[in-house]
């Protein structure tokens, strides 16, 4: 189908999903009096940031992901540890693996200094992901805002909130769940993983040590397989591996690679163990628009999970500093 007509889709579905989300508080128009040219900024700080290291599109974008899992999408998982609290960007899942702090920090530098205590770090969140991923092909999508920081980011609710690597069909259904997504939200999000690198220690067990025999997971493509090993040598898990074979392009080619078994960790290679899985993933390959316009609409529902416990604006978003002026 061409792109026109999804785009068509596109805004019918922006409409009826107006008059439903703005029940949840979050509208695209929040920042239209107090902020007209945010996401002009947003935009041009990713455009410049992606143009400079195209890779950082998929560490922006996990970005969202990771916060909106924990505590609901509140910029928490942007905040330092504090003397007292470990904060969410040390648990092991994120330690050494999310990038781009650094970048938030510098667009809401920006934000703060063409309109002060007005953008949110949780909005700033959304709006980079959007951008990022349309940066490196994918469809855009409207980004609802409104929401409110937290003031609080703990490690320790990082592994009982965020889905691991070696989970199954059912255990990521109910991760997903757990904060109100459906498993075709968690079926499409998967595809998050179109774009970017992975450590090769993600998925070790499967090509170097199946089920602890010392073997690779004989459901991978042999020939896949192979190369697979020159590139992660099993001395090495530290090294980096495209998430799938087209990394720098937002396609649809994740679903191709795991209809083909050349799937990476076991989270992705979960998503063709159920129907549902192999039934999205052939539609994804025939109708790759088909999925860029639901990665799109799947955002949007994860970037409404609601913050668990909503403080206020903050400053700088790597701290609490509290401001109201
Ligand atoms: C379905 C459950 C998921 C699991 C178990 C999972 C797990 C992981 C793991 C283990 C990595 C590699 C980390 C590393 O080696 O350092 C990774 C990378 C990544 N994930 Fe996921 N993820 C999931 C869902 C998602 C979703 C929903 C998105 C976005 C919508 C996403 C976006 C990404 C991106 C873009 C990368 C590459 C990051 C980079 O290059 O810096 N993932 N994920």
């Known amino acids: 189908m061409a792109t026109s007509c999804y785009q068509w889709f596109l805004w019918t579905a922006t409409i009826l999903l107006i008059a ?15 902020c007209p040219q945010a996401a002009t900024i947003v935009k041009q700080k990713v455009d410049e ?6 890779g950082m599109a998929a560490g922006l974008m996990r970005l969202h992901f990771h916060d909106c899992f924990v505590r609901g999408c509140d910029g928490s998982v942007l905040l330092n540890s504090t003397n007292t609290t470990l904060a969410e960007k040390e648990a092991l899942i ?46 855009s999508w409207p980004v609802f805002l409104g929401r409110i920081d937290g003031a609080s980011s703990v ?18 259904v109910a991760t997903f769940a757990k904060v109100g997504l459906d498993t075709k939200d968690m079926i499409v999000l998967s595809g998050g993983h179109s774009i970017g690198q992975l450590h090769c220690g993600a998925f070790f ?22 190369s697979l090993k020159a590139q992660c040598p099993r001395d090495n898990p530290l090294l980096f591996k495209g998430a799938d074979s087209t990394n720098a392009t937002f396609d ?33 390959v025939q109708d790759p628009y088909y999925f860029l316009f639901e990665f799109g609409m799947a955002m949007i529902n994860m970037g409404n999970i609601p913050a668990s416990d909503p403080y206020g604006w903050r400053k700088n978003c790597a701290v609490i500093e509290p401001c109201n002026n």
């Open 252 to 284: 649809a080619v994740y679903y191709s690679d795991l209809l083909t078994h050349k799937g990476l960790m076991d989270s992705d290679v979960a998503l063709m163990s159920d129907p549902l899985g192999v039934e999205y993933a052939i539609k994804a």
């Open 49 to 54: 940031i992606v143009d400079a290291d195209k």
């Open 20 to 34: 439903v989300v703005s029940q949840g508080q979050l509208t695209t128009d929040f920042y239209d009096s107090t």
């Open 205 to 226: 067990e499967r090509l170097w040590d199946f089920q602890g025999q010392n073997i690779t997971d004989p459901s991978m493509d042999p020939e896949f397989a192979e």
């Open 155 to 172: 490690a320790d609710e990082v592994n009982s909130s965020l889905p691991f690597r070696t989970y199954n069909f059912s255990q990521l």
């Open 94 to 139: 994120n330690n050494g693996s999310l990038r781009g702090f650094e970048h938030i920090d510098d667009i809401k530098m920006d934000l703060e200094c063409s309109c002060p205590g007005v953008v949110s770090c949780a909005d700033i969140l959304a709006m980079v992901a959007r951008d990022a991923t349309v940066k490196l092909g994918g469809l």
